[in-house]
Nanobody, 127 residues
Framework: QVQLVESGGGLVQAGGSLNLSCAAS????????MGWFRQAPGKEREFVAA????????SYADSVRGRFTISRDNAKNTVYLRTNSLKPEDTAIYYC????????????????????WGRGTQVTVSS
């Protein structure tokens, strides 16, 4: 069982940055692939970024590639999402998710592939 708690959201002007964090409980965090997703009002939850449990492989949605960076610190049981050059269309609740895996270089991009979810942190970007 893994419990996830996101933090770091807030209100920022367009062009600004936020650092999101997701703290995980449990001793097996290092064997979980991690992902960030977001959901805007009236829209489905969408993939933002993912990282393998070793951290050597990452994947990004086209809409955030070059602006967002996912990383993890297995010693701190934490995954991060650095968001730069934020746009109003980035406004959403951001969720982190975890999936146990035996494959060190695997990441997952579909919400259905993840087993554990946090409650989310709100990111609001004003124009």
């Amino acid at each position: 069982q893994v419990q996830l708690v996101e933090s770091g959201g807030g209100l920022v002007q367009a062009g600004g940055s936020l650092n999101l964090s997701c703290a995980a409980s449990g001793r097996t965090f290092s064997s979980h692939a991690m992902g960030w997703f977001r959901q805007a009002p009236g829209k489905e939850r969408e993939f933002v970024a993912a990282i393998s449990f070793t951290g050597v492989r990452t994947s990004y949605a086209d809409s955030v590639r070059g602006r967002f960076t996912i990383s993890r610190d297995n010693a701190k049981n934490t995954v991060y999402l650095r968001t730069n050059s934020l746009k109003p269309e980035d406004t959403a609740i951001y969720y982190c998710a975890a999936r146990p895996t035996s494959y060190s270089i695997t990441y997952y991009v579909s919400p259905a592939e993840y087993h554990y979810w946090g409650r989310g942190t709100q990111v609001t970007v004003s124009s």
